[in-house]
């Protein structure tokens, strides 16, 4: 199985590193919307 970045360019594999480190890959992520929950726990 060839690898994909094998064809890539040198800025377009920093770019990709850059991006790839952007990333959360481990621990808790928030997600930015709010929880019917936590709504409907507001309103009573």
């Not at 890539?8 to 990709?16: G, M, S, V, Y």
């Not at 952007?22 to 930015?32: A, C, F, I, R, S």
């Amino acid at each position: 199985m060839p690898n994909k970045y094998q064809d890539w360019d040198k800025e377009k594999l920093i770019a990709e590193i850059k991006r790839l480190k952007e990333q959360k890959t481990y621990g808790l992520v928030w997600e930015p919307k709010t929880e019917e929950v936590v709504e409907k726990c507001k309103t009573r």
